[in-house]
């Protein structure tokens, strides 16, 4: 603006320095071309001069503006389409984030198929992936993560946000070894791309790769790219299978690289108490565990506690009766109590914590426990009821089942031959083996048959049949065994 001021006083102190110029050197200007002969005074020549160079700039000017039509109309629809792109990409991704997936799919579908920019191409083509993934049709979605892999060429920026986004819909189908070799090649432990490596964190978790889920999260953990109760969880879990994995000798150090807190997280502690245990240390297992319990009493941290043999059950039952006194009412002490106290062959101590830990709920490993004393005792019946009590507890109860099985189908048996019709006096005299059916053919095998002479007209006996030709042989639980025994009793 102060430009445009600058020059307008320029061209004002020149047109009147021009006028003054002029009115005070008069004169004539002679313009001669044969055979024309041109008289004119000065100021006006002046004027003409003047209205001729503006004339021709305007002239040159409109020449140079017809010559730029071409790039100039190329110019303005190239604006038109990528105005008309933005538009559709911005509607898609709308639709997208409101849950409108058909529609989402067919606005980027159709960008994808018409814009000639690689960038959008790319981005139309992950965000129809997107939506057509949230539809489940996978195939259509590969289909379209290939069409933007191609859009993306040789950019490596580009083909790095396919393979991002590719690897993340493959997480979410818990296909977790081909997004880990998608994102492998794009980060490494020193990388700055964070959602990868929150990604690779996924795909390493569902594969069960405790040592790199543990360095991932720690490495997240540092960045503060990840919440922090979600890391403690993913670091304890991590820990927990790496312990249970361990050697003698690889112990102490996975041990010592877990902070204060995560040594006491109950998950932890466990497996620790579980290495140490397997390597004949109960005493080290037994310290792991009390750390842990003295900051928190958690169930699971209490059974593991009370699983000891008698040379450890004394001391361990010091400590819990220290725990006992800061928590009276606390259910699974008083279980963990009492199972210390039938190990140490303390009978009426030990049944008097299980019953007070029954009396605050109910529970199928105290029942159990408290059977298994009951039945040490030489009390049968009250071991009963308590394991009863246990399977009711766990709901593991079967609805009431008939005594006796009925009998087997052999109508459709293609081994079964039905015997042929008889005479009447073969009938009469072969009644009483029917009616005892093959029980009764087992209980009279010693005793033979008289001999029958075939009746007149009768056709030709045939040939005994071996038994298995027509009944099933497998011993029938509770009946054929009693039938053996009662038949060896008689020989």
């Not at 060429?153 to 979410?172: K, S």
């Not at 503060?224 to 109760?229: L, N, Q, T």
């Not at 002490?333 to 101590?349: I, K, V």
Request: aromatic share 4%; with cysteine; net charge negative.
């Amino acid at each position: 603006m102060m430009r445009s001021w600058i020059w307008t006083l320029i061209l004002l102190a020149a047109a009147v320095a021009l006028a003054l110029a002029v009115h005070d050197h008069s004169g004539n200007v002679i313009v001669v071309a044969q055979p024309w002969r041109v008289e004119l005074s000065l100021p006006l020549a002046v004027v003409l001069a003047l209205l001729a160079f503006v004339v021709l700039h305007s002239l040159l000017g409109l020449l140079r503006w017809m010559g730029d039509s071409p790039g100039r109309l190329s110019s303005w629809r190239r604006r038109r389409a990528q105005r008309r792109d933005v538009e559709l990409l911005e509607q898609g991704w709308i639709n997208v984030l409101e849950g409108r997936y058909v529609q989402a799919e067919k606005d980027l579908s159709s960008l994808l198929a018409r814009t000639r920019s690689a960038d959008r191409k790319v981005l139309a083509g992950l965000s129809a992936a997107r939506a057509l993934h949230l539809l489940g049709e996978y195939t259509r979605r590969d289909q379209t993560l290939r069409l933007a892999q191609e859009g993306a060429g040789q950019d490596t920026r580009l083909r790095q946000a396919v393979d991002t986004v590719t690897a993340e819909m493959l997480l979410d189908q818990n296909r977790a070894q081909e997004a880990l070799d998608l994102l492998e090649p794009l980060q490494d432990a020193s990388s700055r791309f964070l959602h990868a490596s929150r990604l690779l964190l996924r795909a390493h978790r569902q594969l069960g790769h405790a040592d790199r889920v543990y360095a991932l999260t720690r490495l997240l953990l540092r960045r503060s790219a990840i919440d922090e109760a979600q890391a403690h969880q993913f670091i304890c879990e991590a820990a927990a299978q790496r312990l249970d994995a361990a050697t003698a000798a690889d112990w102490a150090p996975l041990w010592k690289d877990l902070t204060a807190a995560e040594r006491l997280d109950p998950i932890v502690a466990l497996a620790g108490a579980r290495a140490q245990e397997r390597f004949g240390h109960p005493e080290e297992a037994a310290r792991i565990l009390e750390a842990a319990l003295n900051r928190a009493l958690d169930d699971r941290l209490l059974r593991a506690y009370a699983r000891c043999d008698a040379a450890q059950a004394s001391q361990r039952l010091g400590h819990a009766e220290l725990w006992l006194r800061a928590a009276p009412q606390h259910a699974g002490l008083l279980a963990a109590l009492g199972q210390l106290c039938l190990t140490a062959q303390l009978w009426g101590q030990g049944a008097h914590y299980l019953e007070r830990s029954l009396a605050l709920r109910t529970d199928t490993h105290i029942h159990a426990l408290l059977g298994n004393l009951q039945e040490a005792l030489g009390h049968p019946e009250q071991a009963v009821a308590h394991w009863r009590q246990a399977a009711e507890a766990a709901d593991a109860v079967l609805p009431p089942m008939p005594r006796v099985l009925p009998a087997a189908d052999l109508s459709d048996d293609p081994g079964f031959m039905q015997a042929a019709p008889l005479p009447d006096t073969a009938q009469a005299a072969q009644a009483p083996e029917a009616a005892s059916g093959v029980y009764g053919q087992d209980a009279m095998a010693d005793e033979p048959l008289p001999a029958q002479a075939p009746a007149a007209g009768a056709p030709p006996a045939r040939a005994a049949a071996p038994e298995e030709d027509y009944f099933d042989t497998a011993p029938i639980p509770g009946v054929d065994m009693s039938l053996t025994s009662d038949r060896g009793a008689q020989q």
